[in-house]
């Protein structure tokens, strides 16, 4: 069966620090890939996603950037984290040409 | 840009009774309409799905209602329990499923 993982669960980070957010899908091969943000009491705000290996689209440009090194690992970045970049990042795949997303279990980041 | 609309943003039921959350699409392309169930600190779970080839689907408790020519559907939760509260999201997708758009999310509490 496929599982989705992230980690951390929690994170509080100093403003201008860096940030790195992994995701590993295990059970399938060649899966599309997605990190969400949620910010509190709101919808699910599309940031990339990416439908093969160092394939990226963007969807907000802002602080963040994806990269996924190998075909079931999705890492979300950036150099510097604003207090803005607060909130619940939630991380999804589903099969190429599949249905439903597959969402992991999120991490809470708190910017200070 | 907004795609789906999905109303009301929260719902207060009693026990026993039907929640009815309702959402509007506009892009005639999507051709698969889920619907999510969040529970708090945790990331969004496939709870039932429908293709407009159909006007109806339900699951236990839970049904989606289509209508195609409206560009609307709706979840009606039966026999709403103090366990159904949650916050739900509608989406949907084109056939290629690279851009499942979500609406707002509707946050449901059943009162026991």
């Known amino acids: 069966s496929q599982t989705i993982h992230q980690w951390p669960a929690t994170l509080v980070q100093p403003v201008g620090s860096p940030l790195s957010l992994e995701c590993t899908v295990e059970?399938?091969?060649?899966?599309?890939l997605y990190w969400y943000r949620q910010a509190a009491g709101r919808g699910l705000q599309l940031l990339f996603y990416?439908?093969?290996?160092?394939?990226i689209s963007s969807e907000v440009p802002q602080n963040l950037s994806a990269s996924r090194p190998q075909d079931r690992q999705f890492i979300l970045s950036s150099k510097k984290l604003l207090l803005s970049d607060s909130g619940f990042y939630l991380c999804?795949?589903?099969?190429?040409?599949?249905?439903?997303?597959?969402f992991g279990s999120g991490t809470r980041l708190t910017v200070v | 840009q907004q795609q789906v609309k999905q109303s009301p943003q929260s719902l207060i039921v009693q026990k026993g009774g039907i929640s009815i959350i309702n959402c509007a699409y506009e892009?005639?392309?999507?051709?698969?309409f889920p619907w999510y169930q969040q529970f708090p600190g945790k990331g969004p779970a496939l709870l039932i799905a429908?293709?407009?080839?159909?006007s109806e689907k339900k699951e236990g408790r839970f049904t989606i209602s289509f209508n195609k020519s409206a560009k609307q559907f709706s979840l009606h939760i039966m026999d709403s329990q103090p366990g159904d509260s949650a916050t739900y999201f509608c989406?949907?997708?084109?056939?290629?499923?690279?851009?499942?758009?979500f609406g707002a999310g509707t946050r449901l509490t059943v009162k026991p």
């Open positions: 999804a795949w589903t099969r190429q040409g599949g249905d439903g997303y597959t």
């Open positions: 059970g399938t091969s060649n899966p599309n």
């Open positions: 990416s439908v093969g290996i160092g394939q």
């Open positions: 892009n005639t392309a999507f051709d698969y």
């Open positions: 429908i293709r407009p080839d159909v």
């Open positions: 989406a949907a997708s084109p056939p290629n499923n690279n851009d499942m758009r």
